[in-house]
Each structure stands twice: as C-alpha cells, then as structure tokens.
C-alpha cells in the first residue's frame, strides 16, 4: 500500500511539474548566467544571413519543426542505436542551417560553458532571423531544456506536410492550443524562404484554385514528371523571398500561393478574412506573428531538472 501511494504521489508531482513548465519561462533566464547571451547569438546569425540571406528562412523553419515539443530534439543526428528527426519526411533534403546552430553553440559555449540550451538557441535565432530580414522583433523567452531523445514517427505525424487542407491546418494546431489566427500568422513566415519542386508540383499542375499565370511561371522550374527536377526551388513568396512582410498574404488572395496548404488558407474557407486582413495591414500581422511566435514557444518545453543542457547540439552527452 506504500509504494502504492508513493506511486500516486510521484505521479501527481509530475503532473504539477508538467503543468506549470510554460510558468518557468522568462525572458531573463540568463541574466545572471550568461550575460552576452542574445549579442552572441545575433552576431552568429547576422553573418549567416548576410553570406546568405535565405538562411534566415531555414533558420525560422528550424524552430518551427522542433517547436511542436520546443526541445532541440530536431538537432539530433542519427547514430548506430539512434533514429532522430533530421530524415523524417518534413525535414529530409529540406531542413538546413544545422552548421549554423553549430557555430551559434559553440561562440556560447565559450562565452558561458554548459550554461545554454540548443532548444533556447533555436528560440533566439528564429527571432534574429526574422529581426534581420525586416520583421518584427520581440522579447523570446527562455529557459528550456534538450531533449535526450527524438522521434522521427512523431516529426511525420505532427508536422502539417505542404499537402494539408484547411481542416487538417486547424486541427493540428488547435491540437496545440494554437488558434486559427495563430495558424494564419505563422503561416505568414512563409513571405520568407523557398520550397522545392516536389512539394509543390501537384499543386501547380493539378489544381485549379492558382493563378494560370503564375503556374506556368512555376512549371518552368518544376516539372510536372516525379523524379525530375525534385529539388529545383521556387520562392514561397514571389513579391520579396528576402523580405520578411505581408506579400505573402497578397499573394494568396491572388491565389498566387506556391503550397497547395498555403492556398487552402484563402479557398472560401473559415480564415479567408484574416488572410485578407492581414494582406491590408502590415501592423496587424506583424503584431500576430510575434503572439504566435510566443504561444508556439510555449509548446511542452523541458524545465528545471527535465532533460539536459547538450555541450554539442547534434548529440545528447
């Protein structure tokens, strides 16, 4: 009968452990720890960006697919005992910037040696990247911890593939507690960045909710057989791929999205006029992006003792 209750006690201290990890955030974490934290990181980033300003965007999309878990998980490589996110179907031949969250790690590492997460790294460099092409910026907060683990199954059930409709968009974000003006505002880091041939071909041959226009300007990159040209890219937002701003929206209103699940956002649907707002006004979006950003970062973070502080970004010590 002890263990019996010891074992309830335990598990009703994880459960309070578990529910108030969003509450351990803060945006002085480091503070007192690592004092150089944010120019650190910045510099890293500036000069990535600068010998590459598409960077930026991979930068983004890397916090994006750790962040449904927050834990740096999506940073592992794979070993002889150990599968990790890196060749999940989202991320293979697709996820990029990893030498970068390298460098980042390693400037920290000598500025404040096993004082700063990968996770948290991730969290500063989505917002310098953004900060950098011209978005908006914002205070990140901190404290998370690495995950010791990855789960490849997970990254190909919970990150939405290009192919998603409007339903399955909402679903997996209300799933998140993300709400339909979240799933719109995120989507907008999508006025950064470009995407590869094979995950929008279907789109530009198959549908008719495009511009005809604007599908033959894409099919002359992109063509229509699989196999050919599969890693050719094409810009998510035609107007300014560098820029980080609102033509992403106009673009869907004109039904110029490159994603099949970019134009399902502007198809007769339930978010249709928050695209339309959001193609009006710049503010508007940019001050939804920056809540989005902060709820997404919330997402089942480890704190306190939960995980670890990895010495190198790529494997667990």
């Keep these: 009968m002890a263990s019996f209750f010891k074992f309830f006690l335990t598990l009703a201290l994880l459960v309070l452990v578990m529910g108030s990890t969003n509450a351990q955030l803060s945006t002085n974490f480091y503070a007192n720890t690592c004092k150089n934290l944010l120019p650190t990181v910045k510099s890293v980033v500036q000069s990535a960006v600068s010998k590459e300003a598409r960077m930026g965007a991979s930068l983004l999309r890397l916090f994006f697919h750790d962040c ?41 590492e000598k500025a404040c040696p096993g004082a700063v997460s990968c996770a948290d790294i991730l969290a500063i460099t989505a917002r310098d990247s953004v900060v950098l092409l011209g978005g908006p910026s914002w205070e990140v907060k901190l404290g998370r911890r690495d995950a010791r683990t990855a789960s490849q199954s997970a990254a190909n059930s919970g990150i939405p593939p290009p192919t998603s409709n409007l339903n399955q968009l909402t679903s997996r974000f209300n799933a998140l507690g993300l709400s339909n003006k979240d ?118 973070p480890l704190t306190g003792s939960r995980g670890e502080i990895r010495k190198n970004c790529r494997r667990v010590n």
């Design 68 to 108: 449904f878990g927050c834990d740096g998980s999506v940073l592992l490589d794979d070993t002889s005992s150990f599968t990790g996110e890196k060749n999940a179907v989202p991320n293979r031949n697709s996820a990029r910037g990893f030498e970068v969250i390298d460098n980042i790690k390693s400037a920290v």
């Design 183 to 300: 799933l719109v505002a995120l989507a907008g880091g999508h006025t950064i960045g470009q995407a590869r041939c094979t995950s929008f071909r279907a789109h530009i041959y198959n549908e008719t909710n495009i511009d005809a226009s604007f599908a033959r300007t894409r099919q002359g990159n992109c063509p229509r057989a699989n196999g050919t040209g599969d890693n050719n890219l094409a810009p998510l937002d035609l107007q300014t791929p560098t820029s980080f701003d609102n033509n992403y929206f106009k673009n869907l209103v004109n039904r110029k999205g490159l994603l099949h699940s970019d134009q399902q956002l502007f198809n007769g649907g339930s978010t249709d006029s928050q695209v339309r707002a959001y193609s009006n006004n710049p503010s508007t979006f940019s001050s939804d992006f920056v809540a989005g950003m902060i709820k997404m970062g919330d997402i089942s």
